[in-house]
């Protein structure tokens, strides 16, 4: 392995429940008529597409497409800020990593304007050798595009790539991509953990044994 590559949300901030009340809050306040089973269906989707998706079955007025998904964005930015959601451990890790040699990329389908706030909020922007987000891709996860370019960005082939991530459709999109993957679990259940080559649950010193293994070519279990 010569590179890692980090998921953001659920990886670097623990930000799904950020989401899910910014959300619920910009779109509610348009009429929109909002129940758990249809929030579970947009969990991984990019912003735009959780716009188009709540547009498309509770039409709003009043307000272009453009400027609701920017009250989301903006909205979420306010919570990451204010909120105590940095995963615990992840700069020191980073850090760590780093000391290795390994390449180090971020690749997310939220929009690159809360990669700031997030790197800021972890205090991880000096850290990373390349960021990349699927609001520039014609797909998001669980298509291979993200992963795809972010190892393009590194100057790795994806094969020498290892992906930590949190969820089914960001593992898929890696493996897709002919990656390695890491679950990341944050000591919770996750039931797609099967699908991933590794897994680990907090970011510990303990963990940094597993990239110390798939650097030097030996597996681990």
């Not at 898929?172 to 002919?178: D, F, I, L, Y």
Request: proline share 2%; glycine share 6%; aromatic share 8%.
């Amino acid at each position: 392995m010569k590179a890692v590559i980090f998921d953001m949300d659920g990886v670097l901030i623990d930000s799904e429940y950020l989401w899910k009340k910014a959300e619920e809050e910009i779109f509610s306040s348009l009429g929109v008529v909002m129940n758990s089973e249809l929030c579970g269906l947009t969990k991984t989707m990019t912003t735009d597409e959780v716009t188009k998706f709540w547009y498309n079955r509770n039409p709003w007025q009043g307000k272009t497409f453009k400027e609701v998904e920017q009250m989301v964005i903006s909205r979420v930015i306010d919570l990451i800020a204010s909120e105590d959601c940095e995963i615990r451990g992840i700069k020191t890790f980073i850090e760590k990593l780093k000391t290795t040699g390994l390449k180090v990329g971020l690749a997310t389908n939220s929009p690159y304007q809360i990669i700031d706030t997030v790197l800021m909020k972890t205090q991880t922007a000096t850290l990373f050798d390349s960021v990349s987000s699927a609001e520039m891709e014609e797909r998001g996860k669980p298509a291979p595009d993200i992963y795809l370019t972010a190892s393009k960005k590194l100057g790795v082939e994806p094969c020498s790539c290892v992906v930590i991530e949190d969820s089914y459709s960001g593992m898929t999109a890696a493996k897709r991509a002919g990656m390695k993957v890491i679950v990341f679990t944050n000591n919770n259940k996750n039931e797609f953990v099967h699908i991933a080559d590794h897994r680990i649950d907090s970011f510990d010193h303990e963990n940094l044994m597993v990239f110390e293994s798939l650097v030097s070519g030996n597996e681990v279990s």
